[in-house]
C-alpha cells in the first residue's frame, strides 16, 4: 500500500512515520526546504539556540514526550516558567494570584467580557487578559471564555521543556527514516474511492491513500472538490498573530518571565540544555498589537536589568498566521475539521480539537490521521 503526505511539519511527519509503521510505502512533499514546518530552531552565532517557532513542552505534552523517548531525544527543563509571568507595570502578587484563582469557572461571553464580570481591579484584569492575548495571539474581546481554561494559555508555576538542541531535531529525526521530497509544493491532489493522484513539482504520483498536513490557509486544488461540511470548516480556521525577538546577552541571566501588559509581550530568560543561563533574551508577541510593539527597544526598556550584547537581534514572523484559534466569530468545528474525506485523512494542530495551537497538537492529529487510514 501507497501513502502520500502533503506537508512535513510535525504533524505531517508524524502521520508518515505511522503510516511506515503500518505497513506503508510513504513519500512527504513539503513546499519548503526544510522539514519541520512551524518548528524550526536556529543556532546564533554565540553557539545558542532558540526557537525561531514553537518552542515550550509543557506538562500534560505527553506525546511530545513520548515521540522524544522514542526518538532517542532528550528533553531539558528550561527554567522560565511559561505560566508564571511578571507583570509590568507591577500588580501585586497576591492580588494577582487571587484573580486568576477566580477564572476557573468563567465560560460564557468573551474573554474580555468574563474577565470584566468578575470584579477584577483594572490592573488584574489587564494583565491577565494580555497574558491569554499573548498566547492566542488575539484580542480577548474576539475569543470565547471557554479560552481561559484551555493548556496553551494556563496560569502556575509548572515548569517548561524543550528538546536539547532544540525541538526541530523532532522532525529532523523522523525525516532520516522517511522518503521526504523537499522544496516540491503540491498543486493538485485528485481523489476518488480507488485512490489519489497528486501532482507535485511538475509530476504525477500515485497512492492509496493521504494524508493532507499543511495549514487550513494553504491553497491546495482537490478533484473533486472537498464535501461542503469539510471547506466550511477550513474556510473557517483563523489564525492568530505572532512574532518572536532574540537578543544576545553580554552576561547570561537566570530564568525570568516578564509580561509587557500595554505592549502585549512577553520577554524571556531560560537555561541550556547543560543547565547554565542561556545568553539570550527570547521575546514573544501575541495579537496585531503585540507584533507590532515588538521591538528591540521595546524589550531592552522592558528588561533593564539586563546588560545586552552588541549583537544584532534576531525575529521571526509568520505572515500567513502562527497557529489556530477559538473565535466567537469564526469557531473551529473540531469534529468536521478532522474526519476522513474517502482516501484523504487530514492532519495538523488546526485539526486537534483540545490540543490545537500546540506542537502536542500536530503530533497527536498526525497520529490519529494515519489511524485513519490504517
Same mark, same amino acid.
Request: charged share 25%.
Given at each position: 500500500m501507497r501513502a502520500i503526505v502533503v506537508g512535513a511539519g510535525l504533524a505531517g511527519l508524524a502521520a508518515a512515520d505511522a503510516l511506515a509503521a503500518g505497513g506503508f510505502e510513504v513519500t512527504v512533499f513539503e513546499a519548503r526546504d526544510r522539514v519541520g514546518g512551524r518548528v524550526w530552531s536556529r543556532t546564533l552565532d554565540d553557539g545558542s539556540v532558540v526557537e525561531l517557532g514553537g518552542e515550550f513542552v509543557l506538562p500534560p505534552d505527553d506525546v511530545v514526550r513520548r515521540t522524544a523517548r522514542r526518538l532517542g531525544l532528550p528533553l531539558y527543563e528550561?527554567? =522560565? %516558567?511559561?505560566? $508564571?509571568? /511578571? !507583570?509590568?507595570?507591577? +500588580? @501585586?502578587?497576591?492580588?494577582?494570584? #487571587?484573580?486568576? #484563582?477566580?477564572?476557573?469557572?468563567?465560560? $460564557?461571553? =468573551?474573554?474580555? &467580557? @468574563?474577565? /470584566?464580570?468578575?470584579? %477584577?481591579?483594572? !490592573? +488584574?484584569?489587564?494583565?491577565?487578559?494580555a497574558r491569554v492575548e499573548v498566547s492566542t495571539g488575539y484580542p480577548a474581546h474576539e475569543q470565547p471564555a471557554s479560552v481561559l481554561a484551555s493548556s496553551g494559555a494556563g496560569f502556575g508555576p509548572f515548569p517548561s521543556h524543550g528538546v536539547a538542541?532544540?525541538?526541530?531535531?523532532?522532525?529532523? #529525526?523522523? #525525516?532520516?527514516? %522517511?522518503?521526504?521530497?523537499?522544496s516540491a509544493p503540491v498543486e493538485r491532489v485528485a481523489w476518488s474511492d480507488d485512490g489519489v493522484h497528486v501532482r507535485a513539482n511538475g509530476a504525477e504520483h500515485e497512492a492509496e491513500a493521504c494524508v493532507i498536513a499543511v495549514p487550513a490557509y494553504v491553497e491546495l486544488v482537490f478533484d473533486p472538490p472537498l464535501p461542503e461540511r469539510k471547506r466550511r470548516a477550513l474556510a473557517a480556521v483563523r489564525y492568530g498573530h505572532a512574532a518572536k525577538l532574540f537578543l544576545p546577552l553580554a552576561e547570561p541571566a537566570e530564568p525570568s518571565a516578564v509580561l509587557s501588559v500595554p505592549g502585549r509581550f512577553w520577554a524571556y530568560t531560560q537555561r541550556a540544555p547543560d543547565g547554565s543561563a542561556l545568553p539570550v533574551l527570547s521575546a514573544f508577541a501575541g495579537s496585531p498589537l503585540g507584533?507590532? &510593539?515588538? =521591538?528591540? /527597544?521595546?524589550?531592552?526598556e522592558l528588561r533593564p536589568d539586563l546588560t545586552f550584547a552588541d549583537a544584532e537581534?534576531?525575529? &521571526? /514572523?509568520?505572515?500567513e498566521g502562527a497557529y489556530s484559534v477559538r473565535l466567537l466569530e469564526s469557531p473551529l468545528d473540531d469534529e468536521a475539521l478532522a474526519e476522513p474525506v474517502g482516501p484523504l485523512a487530514f492532519a495538523g494542530e488546526h485539526t486537534a480539537g483540545e490540543w490545537h495551537a500546540l506542537m502536542e497538537g500536530a503530533l497527536r492529529s498526525g497520529e490519529r490521521a494515519a489511524r485513519d487510514l490504517i
Open positions: 528550561k527554567g =522560565t %516558567l511559561y505560566g $508564571d509571568r /511578571e !507583570p509590568r507595570p507591577p +500588580v @501585586a502578587r497576591e492580588e494577582l494570584l #487571587a484573580g486568576i #484563582a477566580r477564572i476557573g469557572g468563567a465560560r $460564557d461571553g =468573551t474573554i474580555r &467580557s @468574563a474577565l /470584566e464580570g468578575l470584579g %477584577l481591579s483594572p !490592573p +488584574v484584569l489587564e494583565a491577565i487578559a538542541g532544540g525541538n526541530q531535531r523532532l522532525a529532523l #529525526a523522523f #525525516a532520516r527514516h %522517511l522518503r521526504v521530497e523537499l507584533v507590532e &510593539s515588538l =521591538t528591540p /527597544e521595546a524589550v531592552r537581534p534576531v525575529r &521571526s /514572523e509568520w505572515p
